[in-house]
């Protein structure tokens, strides 16, 4: 079983910045890809990111590349997600998701963290 607990959300300003830390609680973190979705209100949850156990990252969303950057560190079993230049379009509940490398099925999902970008 794992468990998957986000924090360092926030009220931020526009062109300010944020990290996202999301604990893995559980046994086996580097056979999971970690990645990070996000909903706004009204719209549909999208991914954002993700991190293979090799440190290889994704961002198929198009408006985060070159402002988001997603990290892992094994020793912690912690998985970061470090935004620069927020807009108000990045307001959303963040959530870090943890998928098993050899079975999509097997996936586990945080609580989420509230990213608010406002003046």
């Known amino acids: 079983q794992v468990q998957l607990v986000e924090s360092g959300g926030g009220l931020v300003q526009p062109g300010g910045s944020l990290r996202l830390t999301c604990a893995f609680i559980?046994?086996?973190?580097?056979?999971?890809?970690m990645g990070w979705y996000r909903q706004a209100p009204g719209k549909q949850r999208e991914l954002v990111a993700t991190?293979?156990?090799?440190?290889?990252?994704?961002y198929p969303e198009d408006s985060v590349k070159g402002r988001f950057t997603v990290s892992r560190d094994h020793a912690r079993n912690t998985v970061y997600l470090q935004m620069n230049s927020l807009k108000p379009d990045d307001t959303a509940v963040y959530y870090c998701?943890?998928?098993?490398?050899?079975?999509?099925?097997?996936?586990?999902w945080g609580e989420g963290t509230q990213v608010t970008v406002s003046s």
């Open positions: 559980g046994s086996s973190f580097s056979t999971y890809v």
């Open positions: 991190i293979t156990d090799g440190g290889g990252s994704n």
């Open positions: 998701n943890a998928r098993r490398i050899w079975n999509m099925g097997e996936t586990y």
